[in-house]
Every structure is written in structure tokens, then in C-alpha cells.
């Protein structure tokens, strides 16, 4: 029986595909077939469980990344989630600029073709890529949120729910902190979740293609990985076929609520069912790591590599109040292990002057809007004792 190459790629540009779509028949050989999504009848089924289908009965992918594009992203994504050859085709008149300004799938090896006798060269030879590793699973910090680039009420409505529904640390990729999520750092943080969690946002929020083509890329590794997830969608939004029955709807913030209930099941019962294997057969360089970008995900690993530094002990004794530097020169991690430090004696109360799913501003508003002067110097007083 011949392997079938499914082929990904956007209708937006015809030029494009049409070479695709000529170079499928052309490359067709006794041993192995090209099946362009559009070839694929779909007549009666959810798109998503037809895509799931295509590519999991695929023996490999070649998805073109011209015209940068969600549907197209989420199924790279689920077949390296799957585990299933990925090769990346772009027509050489495109810009790479797009692709460059998203940060996701540009530093992905991929083959330039000009004609579809360029492609079909490509297409003709083995689809030999090897499977990504897999990390060990995070018990610690065990799920894993996309956050947006705009703190909005729904942002914080969900950052709150993890703490106080789901009850469980968690790591996350905060675009107001680092510009860039890679699809190897994608894929790690996924692979290691036992859930994860993305907003998707309308066409007229910042950055929303962007963040959009993050969470497109992540869900797709999620459902490949079997991994809980959940893409939270407001109820009047239209999104990409692959997507539109595997998100979560919502009509008012007060849904993510429970939302968050049922999600904290499908996490549990993950962590339950999962089972540690002893990682084997890999060469030493792929067992090294070397630490997260934000320290806030390696929050309860810092104490096994964290080095006590001058500024540390100062800052633990009192003699330093502020700390200035660049991203990525430690002051999180300062901040983690003295707060960490001062909670291990129970006479200190520490509060977080940032806490993820609090919003102090508002409080602030509140307090200016609503009460009267005297009942406002009494809870000034009550907070600062």
C-alpha cells in the first residue's frame, strides 16, 4: 500500500495554490500519494475530527507557510504532536517579513520552490524527519497558559481561576515580558503540560494574528499530545474551521468560572492517568537543560541550581529595596527565593505587588469612585497595618 503525504496550505494565494495542487498529481508515484487538503471530502463531518483523521492516517505532512495561516499552523502543530513527519514548503516570491514578525515557524527549516516542478523535486524525496523529543512531564507547575499581550478582564479573570478553581502553580508565556514564542519553546511547554490554556482573540484586538497563530500552533500539539486543553472563544466569534469546535465559548467573564471546573476535572484526571517513563536512548546533549526564559516557570525548581549572589543576601537582610537590570538578569528569580525565604516564617505576611489574577488598579478605582473620604482613610489605614 503506497504512504499517503497529506499536504497543507492556504487558497488565498490561487498561483500558489494551484502549483500545490499540480505538483500532488505529478509527484504521485507506485509508493506514495499527495493528498492536498482540498481533495479531502468532508461532506458530513466536523472539519476538526476530518483533519484530526487526515493527518493521523498520514504517513507524513508538507505544509506550506507562503501565506501564514491558522488553520495551516494548528495542523503543523498536531502532526508533530503525533509524531508524525513535518516538511515545510514556501513559494520563494513571498516575504518572509510576515513570518519573521510572528516568531513562530521562522526558524524552522523549510525548502524554497518557484514552480511546481521545484515542489515536486521537493515532494519526491523521503519524508525522513525525525519525531520531536518529548520532555518529562511537570507535575509541579503542571499547566501551561498562552497570556495575552493586553491585561484585560479576561486575562485576569483566568489567571485568577487557575489559582483559586484549579488550584494548581502554573507556568506561562507572557508576550508583555518576551516578544517571542518559538515552536520548539511552544512545543516543549506543551508536551510537558497536563493542561494547557489559550485565548483567542477577535481580528481588531493587538497583535491578535499573532497571538492567534501562537495558540493555533499550541492547541494543535495539545490534541495530537492528548493533552487537556482549552481555547477560550467569546460566543459571537468566528473562528478558523480546524479550530471552531475545539473551543470553549463564553458570553460573560463570569463563564470562565466554570469553565475552569470542568477543565480542573479533564487536568486531574490526566495527571492520574499519566504514567513516568524513564527517558532512554537519547544523546547527552538532549537531556540538557538550560533553564526557562521567565523564572516564574521554574518556580519550584530554582532552589536546586538558584546562585545566592551578593544582591540576594542584601536584599534577604533588608539593606536593598531595588534591584535594576536587564531581561533575563536574574530579579525574578531574586524576588522568587526571598519571598520563598520570608513565607518560611510564619510571622511574615508577603504579598505579591503584581499578583497574577489580582487587579489592584481597579481595586484603587473603587475605592476613589465609591466611598466617601473617611471611609477611604480607614482602609488605607486597615491595608497598610
Same mark, same amino acid.
Given at each position: 500500500?503506497?504512504?499517503?503525504?497529506?499536504?497543507?496550505?492556504?487558497?488565498?494565494?490561487?498561483?500558489?495554490?494551484?502549483?500545490?495542487?499540480?505538483?500532488?498529481?505529478?509527484?504521485?508515484?507506485?509508493?506514495?500519494?499527495?493528498?492536498?487538503?482540498?481533495?479531502?471530502?468532508?461532506?458530513?463531518?466536523?472539519?476538526?475530527?476530518?483533519?484530526?483523521?487526515?493527518?493521523?492516517?498520514?504517513?507524513?505532512?508538507?505544509?506550506?507557510?507562503?501565506?501564514? %495561516?491558522?488553520?495551516?499552523? @494548528?495542523? +503543523? &502543530?498536531? #502532526?508533530?504532536? /503525533?509524531? $508524525? *513527519?513535518?516538511? !515545510?514548503?514556501? =513559494?520563494?516570491?513571498?516575504?518572509?517579513?510576515?513570518?519573521?514578525?510572528?516568531?513562530?515557524?521562522?526558524?524552522?527549516?523549510?525548502?524554497?520552490?518557484?514552480?511546481?516542478?521545484?515542489?515536486?523535486?521537493?515532494?519526491?524525496?523521503?519524508?525522513?524527519?525525525?519525531?520531536?523529543?518529548?520532555?518529562?512531564?511537570?507535575?509541579?507547575?503542571?499547566?501551561?497558559?498562552?497570556?495575552?499581550?493586553?491585561?484585560?478582564?479576561?486575562?485576569?479573570?483566568?489567571?485568577?481561576?487557575?489559582?483559586?478553581?484549579?488550584?494548581?502553580?502554573?507556568?506561562?508565556?507572557?508576550?508583555?515580558?518576551?516578544?517571542?514564542?518559538?515552536?520548539?519553546?511552544?512545543?516543549?511547554?506543551?508536551?510537558?503540560?497536563?493542561?494547557?490554556?489559550?485565548?483567542?482573540?477577535?481580528?481588531?484586538?493587538?497583535?491578535?494574528?499573532?497571538? %492567534?497563530?501562537?495558540?493555533? @500552533?499550541? +492547541? &494543535?500539539? #495539545?490534541?495530537? /499530545?492528548? $493533552? *487537556?486543553?482549552? !481555547?477560550?472563544? =467569546?460566543?459571537?466569534?468566528?473562528?478558523?474551521?480546524?479550530?471552531?469546535?475545539?473551543?470553549?465559548?463564553?458570553?460573560?467573564?463570569?463563564?470562565?468560572?466554570?469553565?475552569?471546573?470542568?477543565?480542573?476535572?479533564?487536568?486531574?484526571?490526566?495527571?492520574?492517568?499519566?504514567?513516568?517513563?524513564?527517558?532512554?536512548?537519547?544523546?547527552?546533549?538532549?537531556?540538557?537543560?538550560?533553564?526557562?526564559?521567565?523564572?516564574?516557570?521554574?518556580?519550584?525548581?530554582?532552589?536546586?541550581?538558584?546562585?545566592?549572589?551578593?544582591?540576594?543576601?542584601?536584599?534577604?537582610?533588608?539593606?536593598?529595596?531595588?534591584?535594576?537590570?536587564?531581561?533575563?538578569?536574574?530579579?525574578?528569580?531574586?524576588?522568587?527565593?526571598?519571598?520563598?525565604?520570608?513565607?518560611?516564617?510564619?510571622?511574615?505576611?508577603?504579598?505579591?505587588?503584581?499578583?497574577?489574577?489580582?487587579?489592584?488598579?481597579?481595586?484603587?478605582?473603587?475605592? /476613589?469612585?465609591?466611598?466617601?473620604?473617611?471611609?477611604?482613610?480607614?482602609?488605607?489605614?486597615?491595608?497598610?497595618?
Amino acid at each position: 500500500m503506497p504512504q499517503n503525504i497529506f499536504v497543507a496550505f492556504s487558497s488565498a494565494d490561487t498561483l500558489v495554490a494551484d502549483a500545490i495542487n499540480t505538483a500532488c498529481v505529478v509527484s504521485r508515484t507506485p509508493e506514495q500519494t499527495f493528498t492536498p487538503w482540498n481533495r479531502n471530502d468532508a461532506s458530513g463531518q466536523p472539519i476538526d475530527r476530518s483533519v484530526h483523521s487526515w493527518i493521523g492516517s498520514a504517513h507524513a505532512i508538507a505544509a506550506d507557510i507562503s501565506e501564514p %495561516n491558522h488553520n495551516v499552523t @494548528f495542523e +503543523i &502543530g498536531l #502532526a508533530l504532536g /503525533l509524531g $508524525i *513527519p513535518v516538511r !515545510l514548503i514556501k =513559494a520563494a516570491s513571498k516575504d518572509r517579513k510576515l513570518l519573521e514578525e510572528i516568531g513562530l515557524l521562522h526558524n524552522i527549516g523549510h525548502d524554497d520552490y518557484r514552480t511546481h516542478a521545484d515542489l515536486t523535486k521537493i515532494f519526491l524525496r523521503p519524508f525522513t524527519t525525525l519525531a520531536w523529543r518529548r520532555p518529562k512531564r511537570n507535575r509541579e507547575q503542571p499547566v501551561y497558559i498562552l497570556q495575552s499581550s493586553c491585561l484585560d478582564d479576561l486575562l485576569m479573570r483566568t489567571t485568577s481561576g487557575i489559582k483559586k478553581i484549579l488550584k494548581v502553580r502554573f507556568r506561562n508565556f507572557n508576550p508583555r515580558e518576551i516578544d517571542r514564542l518559538t515552536a520548539t519553546e511552544a512545543f516543549e511547554q506543551v508536551a510537558q503540560s497536563f493542561g494547557l490554556i489559550a485565548i483567542w482573540h477577535s481580528a481588531d484586538a493587538p497583535e491578535a494574528f499573532r497571538q %492567534n497563530q501562537r495558540a493555533a @500552533f499550541a +492547541i &494543535g500539539v #495539545a490534541r495530537g /499530545l492528548d $493533552i *487537556p486543553f482549552m !481555547l477560550l472563544a =467569546a460566543q459571537s466569534m468566528r473562528l478558523p474551521l480546524d479550530l471552531d469546535e475545539l473551543a470553549t465559548r463564553w458570553s460573560s467573564i463570569l463563564d470562565i468560572d466554570a469553565c475552569m471546573r470542568q477543565f480542573r476535572e479533564d487536568v486531574a484526571e490526566a495527571q492520574e492517568a499519566h504514567v513516568d517513563l524513564r527517558q532512554t536512548g537519547h544523546r547527552f546533549l538532549d537531556v540538557v537543560h538550560c533553564g526557562d526564559p521567565a523564572a516564574e516557570n521554574e518556580a519550584t525548581q530554582l532552589d536546586n541550581y538558584f546562585l545566592e549572589t551578593e544582591q540576594f543576601r542584601l536584599t534577604l537582610s533588608g539593606d536593598l529595596n531595588i534591584i535594576l537590570g536587564r531581561k533575563g538578569s536574574g530579579k525574578t528569580a531574586i524576588f522568587i527565593q526571598t519571598r520563598n525565604r520570608a513565607r518560611a516564617n510564619r510571622n511574615n505576611i508577603v504579598v505579591d505587588l503584581s499578583p497574577e489574577g489580582f487587579q489592584l488598579v481597579k481595586i484603587k478605582e473603587f475605592v /476613589l469612585k465609591q466611598l466617601t473620604h473617611g471611609t477611604r482613610k480607614e482602609l488605607i489605614a486597615a491595608f497598610w497595618e
